[in-house]
C-alpha cells in the first residue's frame, strides 16, 4: 500500500511539472537587470556596418556605397548612385526593416513592420529620424567628414559639444583624432580636449591612443602636462599607463613637479616589468634630485620580482654623483633582493659609486654579511676594498 501511494505521488508531481508553461531563453532575458551592451563595427570596399545590441535591441545597419543624411540626421539626403541604405531593428517583439537607394525617378524606400509592408508615415518617420541619430552618435557613420563640417560651421568648441552627444568610446577617440587632425588647436583648446577625452573616454585603450597622439603636438607648456598627466591617472591598465606614460618621457622638459608626478604614477602600476620599464627610462633620460631620488627609490622597494628591481637599481646607480642618502637607500632596498647573485652585482655597483665614503663602505661591509655565497660574499668585500 505504502508503494503505491509512493507512486501515484510521483505520477502527480510529474504531471505537475510538465503541465507548467516553458519559458523561452529570450522571455527570461527580459527580467534581468542586465545592462550588457555589444557594438561592432566593420567597414570594407564600399560597405559599412554598425551592428548594435543592448538587452532586447538588436539593430543593424549596413550602408553601401555614399548616403548622406539630413544636417540634423533626421532623414536621409541622399545616396549614390551604386548604394543603398538597410536596416533592422528588433526590439520590444517588434521586428522594423527599412531599405532605401536611389533610382532613376529618385529615391526608393521600403518599409515593414513584423514583416508587413507599411506605409512610411510619421511613426515611421519618426522611428527613422532616431535611428540615423544612433547610427551617427553611436555607431560613428561619416565621423571625419562630419567633424570637417562642424568645425566649418562652428570651429573646435562645436565639435567638443558634439563628442558631449556620443556614445561609445571608439566614436568618441574617432571625432577627438579628427579635431587633432584638422584643427589647428591654440593651447587653450587643446587643454579643453585633454580635460574632455580624460572625462568621456572610460576605455584604457581608446583614452591611451588619444593621449599618445596629442603628445605629438599638444604638450607644450606645463599646464598641459599636469593635465595630461591627470588622465594618465585614470587609466587602470599597466600596459596602457606605461605607454601613455613613455610617450610623455619621450618629450623631455618636465618641471620638477611634473616629474615627482610621473614617477608616482609609475609606483600605481602594479605590474613589476612595467614600473620598472618606466622608471629606467626616467633615470636615463632625466637629472634626479635629492627629492626625485627619494621618491624614485620608493617606487624602486616595492617591486617584488629581484630582477627588476635589480634592473631598475642599476639604472639610477649608473647616474653617477649620487649621494650618500641615495647610496644607503640604493644598498638597503638592493639588501632586500634574494639572489645572491644580483644581489652581490649591485652592492659591487654601490661600492663603485661611493667614492670611498667610510659610511657607505660600512654599510656595504654590514650589509655583505646577508650574502650566503661564500663566492659572491668575496666579491663585494674585494670591490669594498679595491
Same mark, same amino acid.
Given at each position: 500500500?505504502?508503494?503505491?501511494?509512493?507512486?501515484?505521488?510521483l505520477?502527480?508531481? #510529474?504531471?505537475?511539472?510538465?503541465s507548467?508553461?516553458r519559458?523561452?531563453?529570450?522571455?527570461?532575458?527580459?527580467?534581468?537587470?542586465?545592462?550588457?551592451?555589444?557594438?561592432?563595427?566593420?567597414?570594407?570596399?564600399?560597405?559599412?556596418?554598425?551592428?548594435?545590441?543592448?538587452?532586447?535591441?538588436?539593430?543593424?545597419?549596413?550602408?553601401?556605397?555614399?548616403?548622406?543624411?539630413?544636417?540634423?540626421?533626421?532623414?536621409?539626403?541622399? #545616396?549614390?548612385?551604386?548604394?543603398?541604405?538597410?536596416?533592422?531593428?528588433?526590439?520590444?517583439?517588434?521586428?522594423?526593416?527599412?531599405?532605401?537607394?536611389?533610382?532613376?525617378?529618385?529615391?526608393?524606400?521600403?518599409?515593414?513592420?513584423?514583416?508587413?509592408? $507599411?506605409?512610411?508615415?510619421?511613426?515611421?518617420?519618426?522611428?527613422?529620424?532616431?535611428?540615423?541619430?544612433?547610427?551617427?552618435?553611436?555607431?560613428?557613420?561619416?565621423?571625419?567628414?562630419?567633424?570637417?563640417?562642424?568645425?566649418?560651421?562652428?570651429?573646435?568648441?562645436?565639435?567638443?559639444?558634439? #563628442?558631449?552627444?556620443?556614445?561609445?568610446?571608439?566614436?568618441?577617440?574617432?571625432?577627438?583624432?579628427?579635431?587633432?587632425?584638422?584643427?589647428?588647436?591654440?593651447?587653450?583648446?587643446?587643454?579643453?580636449v585633454?580635460?574632455?577625452?580624460?572625462?568621456?573616454?572610460?576605455?584604457?585603450?581608446?583614452?591611451?591612443?588619444?593621449?599618445?597622439?596629442?603628445?605629438?603636438?599638444?604638450?607644450?607648456?606645463?599646464?598641459?602636462? $599636469?593635465?595630461?598627466?591627470?588622465?594618465?591617472?585614470?587609466?587602470?591598465?599597466d600596459?596602457?599607463?606605461?605607454?601613455?606614460?613613455?610617450?610623455?618621457?619621450?618629450q623631455?622638459?618636465?618641471s620638477?613637479?611634473?616629474?615627482?608626478?610621473? #614617477?608616482?604614477?609609475?609606483?600605481?602600476?602594479s605590474?613589476?616589468?612595467?614600473?620598472?620599464?618606466?622608471?629606467?627610462?626616467?633615470?636615463?633620460?632625466?637629472?634626479?634630485?635629492?627629492?626625485?631620488?627619494?621618491?624614485?627609490?620608493?617606487?624602486?622597494?616595492?617591486?617584488?620580482?629581484?630582477?627588476?628591481?635589480?634592473?631598475?637599481?642599476?639604472?639610477?646607480?649608473?647616474?653617477?654623483?649620487?649621494?650618500?642618502? $641615495?647610496?644607503?637607500?640604493?644598498?638597503?632596498?638592493?639588501?632586500?633582493?634574494?639572489?645572491?647573485?644580483?644581489?652581490?652585482?649591485?652592492?659591487?655597483?654601490?661600492?663603485?659609486?661611493?667614492?670611498?665614503?667610510?659610511?657607505?663602505?660600512?654599510?656595504?661591509?654590514?650589509?655583505?654579511?646577508?650574502?650566503?655565497?661564500?663566492?659572491?660574499?668575496?666579491?663585494?668585500?674585494?670591490?669594498?676594498?679595491?
Amino acid at each position: 500500500m505504502t508503494k503505491l501511494i509512493k507512486s501515484v505521488s510521483l505520477m502527480f508531481v #510529474i504531471a505537475l511539472v510538465c503541465s507548467q508553461p516553458r519559458i523561452s531563453a529570450s522571455q527570461t532575458a527580459g527580467t534581468k537587470s542586465s545592462t550588457h551592451t555589444e557594438n561592432s563595427i566593420r567597414q570594407e570596399d564600399h560597405n559599412w556596418t554598425w551592428h548594435h545590441r543592448d538587452n532586447e535591441i538588436d539593430l543593424k545597419v549596413t550602408i553601401r556605397g555614399k548616403v548622406e543624411f539630413a544636417d540634423d540626421d533626421s532623414d536621409i539626403k541622399s #545616396i549614390s548612385p551604386d548604394g543603398s541604405i538597410r536596416v533592422s531593428d528588433d526590439r520590444g517583439g517588434v521586428y522594423r526593416k527599412f531599405e532605401a537607394s536611389m533610382t532613376p525617378s529618385g529615391l526608393k524606400r521600403s518599409y515593414s513592420i513584423n514583416g508587413q509592408s $507599411t506605409p512610411f508615415n510619421d511613426d515611421a518617420r519618426g522611428w527613422l529620424a532616431k535611428v540615423l541619430n544612433d547610427t551617427v552618435r553611436q555607431g560613428g557613420y561619416d565621423a571625419r567628414p562630419r567633424v570637417q563640417r562642424i568645425l566649418k560651421q562652428s570651429g573646435p568648441s562645436g565639435v567638443l559639444a558634439e #563628442i558631449a552627444q556620443l556614445k561609445g568610446d571608439y566614436v568618441k577617440r574617432i571625432y577627438f583624432d579628427e579635431l587633432l587632425n584638422q584643427g589647428n588647436l591654440d593651447t587653450g583648446t587643446a587643454r579643453e580636449v585633454l580635460r574632455q577625452a580624460s572625462r568621456v573616454i572610460h576605455s584604457d585603450y581608446e583614452k591611451a591612443q588619444l593621449l599618445i597622439k596629442m603628445s605629438d603636438s599638444y604638450l607644450g607648456d606645463e599646464q598641459a602636462r $599636469t593635465i595630461y598627466l591627470e588622465g594618465v591617472n585614470t587609466i587602470h591598465s599597466d600596459y596602457e599607463k606605461g605607454r601613455v606614460l613613455a610617450a610623455l618621457l619621450k618629450q623631455g622638459s618636465l618641471s620638477g613637479e611634473n616629474l615627482l608626478f610621473t #614617477i608616482r604614477s609609475a609606483h600605481n602600476i602594479s605590474s613589476d616589468y612595467e614600473r620598472a620599464q618606466l622608471l629606467i627610462k626616467i633615470a636615463g633620460a632625466f637629472p634626479l634630485d635629492e627629492q626625485a631620488r627619494a621618491v624614485y627609490l620608493e617606487g624602486v622597494a616595492t617591486i617584488k620580482s629581484d630582477y627588476e628591481k635589480g634592473r631598475v637599481l642599476s639604472a639610477i646607480l649608473k647616474k653617477g654623483d649620487l649621494g650618500r642618502e $641615495t647610496l644607503l637607500f640604493a644598498l638597503k632596498s638592493a639588501s632586500t633582493i634574494s639572489s645572491d647573485y644580483e644581489k652581490a652585482q649591485l652592492f659591487i655597483k654601490v661600492a663603485a659609486a661611493s667614492s670611498g665614503d667610510e659610511a657607505v663602505r660600512t654599510a656595504l661591509i654590514d650589509s655583505a654579511r646577508g650574502i650566503r655565497s661564500e663566492y659572491e660574499r668575496g666579491r663585494v668585500l674585494s670591490a669594498v676594498f679595491k
